[in-house]
């Protein structure tokens, strides 16, 4: 790592884990109004970050995980995440998922718009829905 | 010289103090093993949000949040953190004094000092000399939830923003290893950056979505979780201060329990010699 002008430092924590603690090119998250890529020299940020697909871009490839709630916070090129809970693709269970994506749907439907369980209903739906995005990527690069 | 039977019912007594220190032993043993395993867990996660906090406090003006605001240090609270039970060594009378040491040198410098005692140890301590115990928690250690660390600093935060409290600190022993503990001052409230060595870089944050609600969220999540990992540090230290405590005493016992047979043997071989020695004069005098 003798010329890492160009690179961040990621470190991706969970309460159960440290998932991710390596220099890497840059990161996309799914923060609160939408998804950004974080490359060196980001401006000073500090996001909540929502469910949805993570992609990390090492030096040489990159790798993708579900991420849930949480926060990052960006500053002189060092990015700390963190968040309750992480996915990789082959710790999805597909069927759950798409269980959970129905219930949500199908919850969101009863509920105004109002309702204090909403928001808690979206966000599963998040969730649910990021889990079957990546899957999906997952199958279509494999083929 | 104590006779026979004493001295059987004094190895009696050691081999079955000896068990029982060395069940506990075990059971502290399990218990420590599950909560090192939680504290490994959780210590990245604690440290990075804690980075998070303190270098938000280093950038962003104090005004922009009241759990921000520092007031002339008037009520301070200790939150005191010990077990729940005895039989672990020095561990909670470190803490004790320390907690009076504090006291002691900062008298002076608070109109008031409340506590918050977690864990029956302290509180009963604290209790028996009459200071100002705010609020007790009992039976946390066994199993720390997040929603007990919730719960504590819920209340914590409410009493520094309706300025009951000005100052927080919490004091626990923090895990090293099995054999040592450190009791650890921390200041919870209010937050004080670390200095740094450069302000060219203190630039504020872009807040998404607004900085509001970041904050609101963010600073009450971040000290909920310093609470949770200090108790779950105390709970690690606890049950490795009980595993060496109840070892170094199981170790006694057996060498109690050695000294002890030594001198039953002796005391039995006397006897013997000197049964003999009467047998023997008995003897010698019929032949005659």
Redesign the interface.
Known sequence: MGESKNLISL?L??????VV?SEVVSVILP???GYFEVLSGH??????IVPGIAVIKYEDGEKELCVSDG?A?I??NKV???VDSTEWADEIDSERAQRLRDESLKKLSELGQFDTEYRKWENRLRKAEARLELLSRKKGSAS | MPSLRAIKRQIASITNTRQITRAMKMVAAAKFKRAQENLI??R??AI??Y??LD??AS?IDISSHPLLSRREPKRAELVIMTSDRGFCGAFNSNIIRFAEHFIKENSGKYESITFSCIGRKGRDYFKKRNYQLRREFVKVFDDVS?ETALDISNDLIDNFLSSNLDEIILIYNEFKSVIQQRVTSLTLLPIIPRPRDSDA?Q???????SKE??LN??IPRCLAIEVYRALIESAASEFGARMTAMENATGSASDMIDSLTLKYNRARQAAITKELSEIITGAEAIKK
Request: glycine share 2%.
């Open positions: 470190t924590v969970t309460p159960e884990e440290s603690h923060g609160r109004n401006t000073p940020f500090l996001t909540q926060y916070s500053h002189d700390d995440v963190i | 867990k959780i990245p996660y990075s949000t980075e998070i270098d938000l950038r997040f870089n630039v504020d944050y872009i807040y998404e979505p609600e970041v969220d963010l």
